[in-house]
């Protein structure tokens, strides 16, 4: 008996230190997004930090579109065909995704910015802009394709502390860009630069062990993954603007400089987010792995509980902190951080639910998810900013984010039900085993 009992510690430490290391890493990675974004704020002012931050909302929303799912076609499918052929077929066939997704994000993303130029500011459409928001499309496609490489292949530390470090390189570079000069578009191409620097650094440490081939690609398994995760890309597109779309609808009816009041608040309580992610990604594999709804169940649980607890310590520095640190221009950001944080709360159960479906394989559950989560967010974006403003965006992300947690949850009941048991051809294969380990 003891050594069955010292046999499940054991299983449960493992489980909880990647989890833990995943907290950290995501911590660092917030941390890096949250300093660049006070750094920004206090040298450029609510207007000229609202265009900023409208070019990042441009590069990630194209960044997460232009990669098509194929993020959740690799995770889904690889530790089915571990130690095979075939693995090398699909993270060669992901490799070439990669580089298209590159070119097409940062195209689309230009053309998004010039066509939100009449719309929202003509700063967003003028040709240094374009430049740097072509830049950072580019770190954020790395940003999203690359980690999804390293945990396909279950390497959840390296993948995580790669992200923290390409959100790292954009600090940095936000640093090294103000000494230049303390405009939107510099400090905007600076961030791009230093993400891209490190994302560069990666691909070259992904390819040393082999989890980015350069072989010729199969057009079958490419179109195959295509497929695959085009399924997904409504919860891609759902997601990216449930998250995105209020800066821009705010942005129409209220200007640049209100988006940079609501981003101050928006990018703080975005701190409840750090552990229903990391959770979530690993939910993502071991329900890929055969894995049954009692442990997503844990996991919501304890994603619901930490995204409270941290919501509180956030809510009570943000108040006191916002107009020492900003500026008396940002004061009201202060009331706005409390109904943000609320929505991080009911954001938590579908940061591990949807995870779970995309590792599950339900690709078209999850996109049919996604899309009608984007329609019902900018009916509620549409409807609520032009009453009562950036408030309206808040109200709007509560309702958003708590429909889409009671809907991916019922949706995963039913898929996985109560006693699923593993997957026998996933559970007995052997891990990958590509280069180092970490």
């Keep these: 008996m003891e050594n069955a ?21 995501s911590l660092a990675q917030s941390a890096s997004y ?13 207007h000229q930090r609202g265009l900023m931050v409208l070019g990042i909302t441009t590069g990630s929303i194209a960044g997460l579109l232009s990669g098509l799912g194929t993020g959740s076609a690799l995770r889904s499918r690889l530790p089915a065909v571990t130690g095979t052929p ?22 689309l993303a230009v053309l998004l910015s010039i066509l939100s130029g009449p719309l929202i500011d003509p700063g967003l ?6 430049v740097a928001v072509l830049v ?22 390296a993948g995580s502390a790669w992200a923290a470090a390409v959100a790292a390189g954009g600090l940095v570079g936000v640093l090294l860009g103000a000494l230049l000069d303390r405009s939107a578009w510099i400090l905007l191409l ?21 989890l980015v081939p350069l072989d010729s690609p199969d057009r079958r398994e490419m179109v195959d993954m295509l497929r695959h995760g085009f399924r997904a890309l409504g919860l891609t597109m759902g997601l990216a603007l449930a998250l995105r779309a209020d800066r821009y609808v705010l942005g129409a009816v209220a200007g640049a400089a209100t988006v ?3 981003s101050v608040a928006a990018t703080l309580s975005e701190g409840p987010r750090v552990v229903p992610a990391a959770l979530g990604q690993l939910v993502n594999r071991e329900v890929a792995l055969g894995g049954g709804l009692s442990r997503v169940a844990r996991a919501r649980r304890t994603a619901l509980l930490a995204a409270a607890l941290i919501g509180l310590v956030v809510a009570v520095g943000g108040w006191f902190l916002i107009v020492p640190v900003f500026g008396e221009a940002f004061a009201d950001a202060r009331p706005l951080l409390l109904v943000l944080l609320v929505a991080e709360v009911a954001f938590a159960p579908f940061a591990v639910a949807s995870r779970a479906l995309l590792g599950g394989g339900w690709m078209t559950t999850a996109g049919l998810l996604g899309a009608a989560g984007s329609v019902v967010a900018l009916i509620l974006f549409a409807l609520a900013i032009p009453l009562w403003g950036a408030y309206g965006a808040a109200i709007a992300c509560i309702l958003t984010y708590a429909g889409l947690s009671v809907a991916s949850w019922r949706l995963l009941r039913r898929r996985l ?17 590509i280069g180092r380990s970490t």
């Design 125 to 130: 459409a003028e040709p240094p802009f374009l």
């Design 417 to 433: 039900g109560r006693n699923v048991a593993p997957r026998p051809r996933e559970t007995v294969s052997p891990p990958i085993r």
């Design 260 to 262: 940079g009041i609501y």
């Design 136 to 157: 950072i499309t580019i770190g954020y496609v790395a940003l999203t394709q690359f980690p999804d490489v390293w945990y396909a292949a279950g390497r959840f530390r």
């Design 86 to 107: 075939a693995a090398q077929r699909l993270l060669a066939s992901y490799t070439w995704w990669s580089v298209v997704s590159a070119v097409t994000g940062g195209g």
């Design 5 to 25: 009992g010292t046999g499940t510690q054991v299983a449960g430490q493992r489980r909880r230190s990647p989890v833990a290391f995943l907290t950290g890493s």
């Design 190 to 210: 600076a961030q791009g630069l230093g993400m891209v620097t490190v994302a560069m650094v990666q691909c070259a440490r992904l390819r040393m062990v082999g």
């Design 34 to 46: 949250a300093l660049s974004a006070v750094l920004a704020s206090t040298l450029l002012g609510p």
